[in-house]
Nanobody
Framework: QLQASGGGVVQAGGSLRVSCTAS????????MGWFRQAPGKEREFVAG????????YYADSVKGRFTISRDNAKNAIHLQMSSLKPEDTAVYSC??????????????????WGQGTLVTVSS
């Protein structure tokens, strides 16, 4: 129901946009966000919207470099990534759920997951 796309290989300092499109149901009343998992590391929160869409959250490691956006009409979210670093290399997955605000950064709070798209940043 969630399909991520847009990953690829980019040089350090470059930009890339990944997108997540939902199908089968509308997620307009769900919190939606992006998580990533690098090889040998745990999955971590990257960015996300609150359920109302009125609040946006970012991990400290990407704040100022990544921008999340939402298109309710197309049932999609996007993650624009700039000033990419090799440490941003990971599989990026989108997720939807109904977490309370204090749990919005926890992967366990999300019920629906896309398959992930690989972003590789070369040095």
């Amino acid at each position: 129901q969630l399909q991520a796309s847009g990953g690829g290989v980019v040089q350090a300092g470059g930009s890339l946009r990944v997108s997540c499109t939902a199908s089968g149901r509308t997620f307009s009343t769900y919190a939606m966000g992006w998580f990533r998992q690098a090889p040998g590391k745990e999955r971590e929160f990257v960015a996300g919207f609150s359920r109302s869409g009125g609040s946006i959250y970012y991990a400290d490691s990407v704040k100022g470099r990544f921008t999340i956006s939402r298109d309710n009409a197309k049932n999609a979210i996007h993650l624009q990534m700039s000033s990419l670093k090799p440490e941003d290399t990971a599989v990026y997955s989108c997720a939807a759920g109904r977490p309370i605000t204090s749990a919005i950064r926890r992967a366990q709070s999300y019920d629906y997951w896309g398959q992930g798209t690989l972003v590789t940043v070369s040095s």
